[in-house]
Structure formats: C-alpha cells, structure tokens
C-alpha cells in the first residue's frame, strides 16, 4: 500500500533553516509527481513546491521562491524540502503530496513546522 512519511519539522527561530523529508513506499515512485503542501491554522491548505515526475520540473509558490528548494532522490524514494530564511508565517503543518500516474493522489501525515523567536 502507498505509504508517505514526513519528518524534519520542529521549532526553528527566524532566519533559520530546516530540511523536511518524504520517504515513501508502495508504489514505483519515479511514476510520481511530488508535491508539498501546507496548513497554517484556521487556514487552506496550499501548495509550496512542487516536482516532476519525468522532467523534475518545479514549481513554488511566490512567498517561498528563493528560500525553498525541492529535490527527489528516485533511488531513496525520498522527496525534500529544503528551507532557508525561514520566517513566522511559515509556520504550519507540512504535508507530502503524491501524484501518481494512473493510480491517484496520496497524502502523508504531516509534520509541524513552527518558526518562532
């Protein structure tokens, strides 16, 4: 069965930097466009970053352009988020998207980031 599991998260003051991970498991994962998205609270959830499932293409969101970095890792199964200069209102619970060809849309558990002094 698909199987995404986040960690990295945690308290981290402004200007500091966290990596999140996805492993992921239950399916061919270079068949999968791979995403991240986030939920801040009384908030949507709404896409960061995003990759390619052939071309590793990326996409961000405008307010995470420059300090965020997407990457995969098809021999690890692995998606990351690297996050630099963080800020208070990147706060939120970060969840790992798979899009997955002929097969559907899967979700991780999340994992808490809080930015705060």
């Known amino acids: 069965q698909v199987q995404l599991v986040e960690s990295g998260g945690g308290l981290v003051q402004p200007g500091g930097s966290l990596r999140l991970s996805c492993a992921t498991s239950g399916f061919t994962f270079s068949s999968a466009a791979m995403s991240w998205f986030r939920q801040g609270p009384g908030k949507e959830r709404d896409l960061v970053a995003r990759?390619?499932?052939?071309?590793?293409?990326?996409n961000y969101a405008d307010s995470v352009k420059g300090r965020f970095t997407i990457s995969r890792d098809n021999v690890k199964n692995t998606v990351y988020l690297q996050m630099n200069s963080l800020k208070p209102e990147d706060t939120a619970q970060y969840f790992c998207?798979?899009?997955?060809?002929?097969?559907?849309?899967?979700w991780g558990q999340g994992t808490q980031v809080t930015v705060s002094a």
């Open positions: 998207n798979a899009n997955i060809v002929f097969n559907g849309e899967y």
């Open positions: 990759i390619g499932r052939y071309d590793w293409n990326t």
